[in-house]
T-cell receptor
Framework: EAQVTQNPRYLITVTGKKLTVTCSQNMNHEYMSWYRQDPGLGLRQIYYSMNVEVTDKGDVPEGYKVSRKEKRNFPLILESPSPNQTSLYFC?????????????FGPGTRLLVL | AQKITQTQPGMFVQEKEAVTLDCTYDTSDPSYGLFWYKQPSSGEMIFLIY????DQQNATEGRYSLNFQKARKSANLVISASQLGDSAMYFCAMRDWGTGNQFYFGTGTSLTVIP
C-alpha cells in the first residue's frame, strides 16, 4: 500500500529534550516536506526536500532541523523543543516532476512540549 | 503577505444542500496550481480537487467542483448535495512555480452539515 508513515503519532516531552519525528514514504517520491498545523493558522511549511541531500527552508524553519540521507526518509529534528513548538505535524511527499499531483500526507504527529 | 485567504472560519449547511467555500490567492506567477483538502476530526488530510492555472475548464470530482475565476484570483470549492460526512475542516492550498516548491495553505473553513 502506498503511504507516508510518521512516528510517533503522539508525543509529550519537556522543554529542551531533543526529539526526532520520523517520516518514511514507499512511493519513490523525490519531494518531501514537513508542515505544522496550528489553530487559526492553517498548515505552514517548515522544511522541504527535492531529493537526497537537498533541503530548503519553508516559512517557519526556526527551531527545526531536517536531513535527507535516503530518498524514502525525511526526519524532523527538534534539538531543544520549546512550548511554542506544541503543534500537529504532518509529513508529505509527492513526485517532483508532476506538479499537478497532490502531496500525500502522513497521519500526523501530535506534539506537546511542557 | 498572505498567499491564500479563506475568509470563512465556519460555515453551516443543511444536508442535501450545496455549499460554497471561498478561497482567494495571491501570486504574480502565471503558472500555479490550486488544491483543496478535507480534514475530518480524525486529523488526516484528504485531497479533494486540483485546478491548474492554465486549465480552461473548472475542475470537477464527483460532488466537488472548483469555481475558478482567474481574473479575480479566486478558487472556490462547491460541494453539492451535502452529506453529514462532509462535516470537516477544508483547506485551500497553492503551489506557484515561481517560488519553486513551496506550498501555501489557507487558514481553513470548518464546515458543519446539519441534518
Amino acid at each position: 500500500e502506498a503511504q507516508v508513515t510518521q512516528n510517533p503519532r503522539y508525543l509529550i516531552t519537556v522543554t529542551g529534550k531533543k526529539l526526532t519525528v520520523t517520516c518514511s514514504q514507499n512511493m519513490n517520491h523525490e519531494y518531501m516536506s514537513w508542515y505544522r498545523q496550528d489553530p487559526g493558522l492553517g498548515l505552514r511549511q517548515i522544511y522541504y526536500s527535492m531529493n537526497v541531500e537537498v533541503t530548503d527552508k519553508g516559512d517557519v524553519p526556526e527551531g527545526y532541523k531536517v536531513s535527507r540521507k535516503e530518498k524514502r526518509n525525511f526526519p524532523l529534528i527538534l534539538e531543544s523543543p520549546s512550548p511554542n513548538q506544541t503543534s500537529l505535524y504532518f509529513c508529505a511527499s509527492r513526485l517532483l516532476l508532476r506538479p499537478q499531483e497532490t502531496q500525500y500526507f502522513g497521519p500526523g504527529t501530535r506534539l506537546l512540549v511542557l | 503577505a498572505q498567499k491564500i485567504t479563506q475568509t470563512q472560519p465556519g460555515m453551516f449547511v443543511q444536508e442535501k444542500e450545496a455549499v460554497t467555500l471561498d478561497c482567494t490567492y495571491d501570486t504574480s506567477d502565471p503558472s500555479y496550481g490550486l488544491f483543496w483538502y478535507k480534514q475530518p476530526s480524525s486529523g488526516e488530510m484528504i485531497f479533494l480537487i486540483y485546478q491548474g492555472s492554465y486549465d480552461q475548464q473548472n475542475a470537477t470530482e464527483g460532488r466537488y467542483s472548483l469555481n475558478f475565476q482567474k481574473a479575480r484570483k479566486s478558487a472556490n470549492l462547491v460541494i453539492s448535495a451535502s452529506q453529514l460526512g462532509d462535516s470537516a475542516m477544508y483547506f485551500c492550498a497553492m503551489r506557484d512555480w515561481g517560488t519553486g516548491n513551496q506550498f501555501y495553505f489557507g487558514t481553513g473553513t470548518s464546515l458543519t452539515v446539519i441534518p
